[in-house]
C-alpha cells in the first residue's frame, strides 16, 4: 500500500465524478416529481417480478432475437465487467495494486478477470454490429425522422464508449507485467501481450495510462448517461416496478367525471345539495394533459427511461401505413420538454417562468394524436415497460374536454351517441327499419 499524489488526484476526480452524478440524478428526481401524483404501490410481488423478469432478466428484449442476443452480452458484460471497477476505487484510494488478487488468490482472482476478458470480446462484437446496424445496414427503425441530429449522434457515441473502455480494459490487464507473470486469468490478453513489447518501463507506463484513462472514461459515461438515451440503464429498474399492471385493454377513469356519472345515475341524490362540511369540493385544474406538469410522475418517469430503440414505433400500425404518429417521438418530446421545464426551473431559482410553450402543439401535434388507434402495440412492444398510449390518451381527453377540438367525425359519432344511443345519425324509432327490408 502506497499512498501518493496520485491518491489525492484520483479521490479529487473521483469526487467530481459521483459529485455531478449525483446532482444530476438529483435534478432528475425533482423533474420527474412536477408530474401528478399517481398510486403505484398495490400489488407489490407481482412489480418485484415485472423488474426481475423484463429489466433485469431482459425477457421483452429476446421477442427479436438477434438485437435480443446481442444486447443481454453487452448488458451483461457492461454489469460484470464493470464490478473490476470497486477494485479501481479501492486501489485508487488506497495505493494499492489489484487488492482482490490476494484476497481471493490466484484461482477465484484469475477465473473472475479471464471471465471478464472474454465478455469484453464478446461487448466488442456486439457492439460492432450494433454499429453495422445503425449505421451501414440502416435499420428502418433507426431513419425515422425523430432519429437526425443528436438521437443518431447519441447511439453511436455510447457505442464507441463501449469500445473504448472494452480496450482499455483489455490494454490495462496485457501490460500488467506481475498479473501477466501470475499466468492466472489473462486468457486473452496474455496472446497479446507481445504486441506491446516487453520494456518495463513502457509497459508500466502503458498499463497505468490505461488505467487512469478506464476510470476516468467510466465517470465520464456515467454523468453522460444522464444527457443520453442511455438513461434507461438505471431507470429501468423502477420504470418496470412502477408499470401498469392492469390489463392493457382498460383505460383509467377520471375522478372528477366518475362522481359526476354516478350522481347522475343515483335517483334518490340532489344534484344541487350543498355538500357536506367534511367533504372537499374542488374542480379539477385541468381534464386531460396539455403539458408535461398535467402527467403523472409515472408517465415523466417513462420519459425519461426511453431507449429510443424504436421497437414500439416500428409496432405501430398508423405508423406502419404512413401517418406522422411515432411513439417513441410521443416520449422523445415528453422528456425534451420536460427537460426545457427543468432548465426553466433552474433558471429562475426553483420557480417555473411560464415560457408560452407547451407539449401540445409545441412539441407533439393533434395530428399524432389521432392517429393514433389505442391499440396498445407499442405498449407490448417496449423493452422497458413504456407506456406512449397513455400520454396520448391524457393529451386527447385535453382536446375533447378542454377545448372541444375532437375531429369532425368523432364529434358526430359522439353527438349521435348521445342523441340516439348508437354511433350511427338514426333516430331510435327507426333503427329497426331494416328487418323491413329482409
Given amino acids: 500500500m502506497h499512498f501518493g499524489i ?12 459521483v459529485g455531478y452524478f449525483t446532482m444530476n440524478v438529483r435534478k432528475l428526481m425533482r423533474n420527474v416529481k412536477l408530474g401528478k401524483e399517481i398510486d403505484r404501490s398495490d400489488n407489490k410481488s407481482a412489480r418485484w417480478k415485472n423488474m426481475a423478469m423484463v429489466a433485469l432478466g431482459q425477457s421483452k428484449m429476446v421477442t427479436r432475437p438477434i438485437a ?49 476478458e472474454i465478455l469484453a ?33 447519441d447511439g453511436n457515441i455510447i457505442l464507441y ?3 473504448v473502455l472494452m480496450t482499455l480494459f483489455l490494454t490495462m490487464n496485457a501490460t500488467d507485467i506481475s498479473f501477466q507473470e501470475a499466468g492466472v486469468g489473462n486468457w486473452i490478453s496474455g496472446p497479446f501481450a507481445s504486441v506491446f513489447g516487453d520494456n518495463a518501463d513502457t509497459l508500466h507506463i502503458i498499463e497505468r495510462g490505461a488505467w487512469w484513462l478506464h476510470i476516468v472514461g467510466i ?8 444527457f443520453s438515451k442511455h438513461l434507461h440503464i438505471l431507470l429501468a429498474f423502477p420504470n418496470t416496478f412502477y408499470a401498469n399492471l392492469k390489463p392493457k385493454g382498460e383505460f383509467n377513469n377520471l375522478d372528477s367525471v366518475t362522481k359526476e356519472v354516478m350522481l347522475m345515475m343515483d335517483p334518490i341524490a340532489d344534484p344541487f345539495a350543498v355538500p357536506a362540511e367534511d367533504e372537499a369540493e374542488s374542480e379539477p385544474e ?3 394533459a396539455s403539458d408535461v406538469a398535467d402527467l403523472n410522475w409515472v408517465q415523466l418517469l417513462n420519459a425519461y427511461t426511453c431507449t429510443e430503440c424504436g421497437r414500439c414505433t416500428s409496432e405501430c400500425p398508423a405508423n406502419q401505413t404512413g401517418k406522422k404518429l411515432s411513439p417513441r417521438k410521443i416520449m422523445m418530446d ?20 411560464d415560457d408560452g410553450k407547451q407539449l401540445l402543439d409545441d412539441y407533439i401535434t393533434k395530428e399524432e394524436l389521432w392517429a393514433c388507434t389505442s391499440c396498445n402495440a407499442c405498449v407490448e412492444a417496449c423493452p422497458v415497460g413504456i407506456d406512449p398510449l397513455s400520454i396520448i390518451i391524457d393529451m386527447r381527453r385535453y382536446l375533447v374536454m378542454e377545448q372541444s377540438a375532437a375531429p369532425t367525425d368523432l364529434n358526430n359519432m359522439m353527438s349521435n351517441i348521445e342523441n340516439n344511443g348508437a354511433p350511427w345519425p338514426f333516430n331510435q324509432m327507426d333503427r329497426l327499419n331494416w328487418k323491413d327490408e329482409v
Avoid at 334 to 353: A, M
Fill in 6 to 17: 496520485g491518491n489525492i488526484v484520483f479521490l479529487v476526480i473521483f469526487a467530481i465524478g
Fill in 68 to 116: 435480443g442476443l446481442l444486447h443481454i452480452i453487452v448488458y451483461i458484460g457492461f454489469i460484470i465487467i464493470n464490478i473490476e471497477v470497486l477494485e479501481i476505487v479501492i486501489d485508487g484510494i488506497f495505493g494499492t495494486h489489484r487488492i482482490f488478487q490476494p484476497i481471493l488468490g490466484n484461482a477465484v482472482y484469475g477465473f473472475l478477470i479471464g471471465t471478464f
Fill in 121 to 153: 470480446v464478446l461487448v466488442l462484437v456486439s457492439v460492432i454490429i450494433f454499429w453495422l446496424r445503425r449505421n451501414v445496414i440502416k435499420l428502418q427503425r433507426f431513419m425515422k425522422s425523430e432519429m437526425k441530429g443528436w438521437p443518431k449522434s
Fill in 161 to 163: 464508449f463501449e469500445v
Fill in 219 to 226: 465517470l465520464i459515461f456515467l454523468n453522460y448517461l444522464y
Fill in 286 to 288: 385541468k381534464f386531460g
Fill in 334 to 353: 415528453t422528456r425534451d420538454r420536460l427537460e426545457e421545464v427543468g432548465k426553466n426551473i433552474d433558471k429562475n431559482k426553483g420557480e417555473f417562468v
